[in-house]
């Protein structure tokens, strides 16, 4: 029978640095399962005193984020006293920042989610890509950073919100057979079109269940193998013929997907540069 092993996650934030770090790392452990603690905006000694009587009651590693020194203090001495190991995830990287930059870093808890312009940046980011869904407001789509285009079911919507919390904005068109694409997309002077496809087997097996869910009928086109592997086909004609970039989604994970697209983002983003500059 496997142990169970604890970990809490202390913060004076929000904890989701804490949390993606944790989760980054317990990964690389397939034989370890792992229960999580979460205690998120500590600020105060009286809060603290909650999180080590659970970390009394649940013994087990702590990682923590802490910018206030007292706080910080009091809880790693409470780890040395219950013989228990603490990591401060952030130290290492603000102090090679800090050499590096030269200043001393600000110190103040959830800094990073302060209301900035690159906070309203997000905000405008995600309306649009609500608003932008499916091919809808197409007389927007020039607006766009990037635009997704895709048959049914290769997690075009998903990937345009996850974009949209980085500052990104994204539309997506769906590619569906028998329908015309709703705009000219030679005419868009700024976005950068990204192609998304999927192996015909795994897009059959997900719009399957889709439609389970729906209570809808199953014996479709729309899950027909062979309508399926020529909508495939035909999309990837169609992406060869306008010349974008493709990523296939088969096995990739919305939060690989948008990292693909935001490296061909920076890419196109330098090669304009260096343009500019020759």
Same mark, same amino acid.
């Given at each position: 029978?496997? !142990?169970?092993?604890?970990?809490?996650?202390?913060?004076?934030?929000?904890?989701?640095?804490?949390?993606?770090?944790?989760?980054?790392?317990?990964?690389?452990?397939?034989?370890?399962?792992?229960?999580?603690?979460?205690?998120? +905006?500590?600020?105060?000694?009286?809060?603290?005193?909650?999180?080590?009587?659970?970390?009394?009651?649940?013994?087990?590693?702590?990682?923590?984020?802490?910018?206030?020194?007292?706080?910080?203090?009091?809880?790693?001495?409470?780890?040395?006293?219950?013989?228990?190991?603490?990591?401060?995830?952030?130290?290492?990287?603000?102090?090679?920042?800090?050499?590096?930059?030269?200043?001393?870093? =600000?110190?103040?808890?959830?800094?990073?989610?302060?209301?900035?312009?690159?906070?309203?940046?997000?905000?405008?980011?995600?309306?649009?890509?609500?608003?932008?869904?499916?091919?809808?407001?197409?007389? #927007?789509?020039?607006?766009?950073?990037?635009?997704?285009?895709?048959?049914?079911?290769?997690? #075009?919507?998903?990937?345009?919100?996850?974009?949209?919390?980085?500052?990104? #904005?994204?539309?997506?068109?769906?590619?569906?057979?028998?329908?015309?694409?709703?705009?000219?997309?030679?005419?868009?002077?700024?976005?950068?079109?990204?192609?998304?496809?999927?192996?015909?087997?795994? +897009?059959?097996?997900?719009?399957?269940?889709?439609?389970?869910?729906?209570?809808?009928?199953?014996?479709?086109?729309?899950?027909?193998?062979?309508?399926?592997? !020529?909508?495939?086909?035909?999309?990837?004609?169609?992406?060869?013929?306008?010349?974008?970039?493709?990523?296939?989604?088969?096995?990739?994970?919305?939060?690989?997907?948008? =990292?693909?697209?935001?490296?061909?983002?920076?890419?196109?983003?330098?090669? #304009?540069?260096?343009?500019?500059?020759?």
């Amino acid at each position: 029978m496997t !142990e169970t092993r604890h970990i809490h996650l202390v913060s004076d934030a929000t904890g989701e640095t804490i949390n993606s770090i944790a989760r980054a790392c317990v990964a690389q452990f397939d034989n370890v399962e792992v229960q999580e603690h979460f205690w998120s +905006l500590i600020r105060s000694p009286r809060q603290l005193d909650m999180v080590m009587e659970g970390i009394r009651g649940w013994p087990g590693l702590v990682l923590y984020t802490f910018v206030d020194e007292t706080l910080r203090r009091r809880l790693e001495e409470f780890c040395r006293t219950q013989n228990i190991t603490s990591i401060a995830v952030l130290d290492p990287v603000l102090k090679g920042m800090a050499a590096h930059f030269g200043v001393a870093s =600000a110190q103040a808890p959830g800094k990073q989610h302060a209301l900035d312009a690159e906070y309203f940046d997000r905000i405008d980011a995600m309306d649009y890509a609500l608003a932008q869904d499916d091919g809808h407001a197409t007389e #927007k789509l020039d607006e766009a950073d990037v635009i997704i285009l895709g048959v049914s079911r290769t997690s #075009k919507t998903p990937t345009c919100v996850y974009l949209a919390n980085r500052g990104i #904005k994204a539309g997506n068109i769906p590619l569906i057979p028998g329908h015309p694409m709703p705009i000219e997309l030679t005419k868009l002077g700024k976005p950068m079109i990204v192609g998304l496809t999927k192996d015909p087997d795994s +897009l059959v097996e997900i719009r399957r269940n889709r439609l389970h869910l729906l209570q809808q009928n199953e014996e479709t086109q729309y899950v027909d193998p062979e309508k399926v592997r !020529e909508e495939v086909q035909d999309a990837r004609r169609f992406f060869a013929r306008i010349g974008c970039p493709v990523i296939d989604v088969t096995r990739r994970s919305i939060e690989e997907t948008a =990292a693909e697209i935001i490296m061909l983002l920076n890419k196109r983003a330098l090669e #304009k540069e260096l343009r500019e500059k020759s």
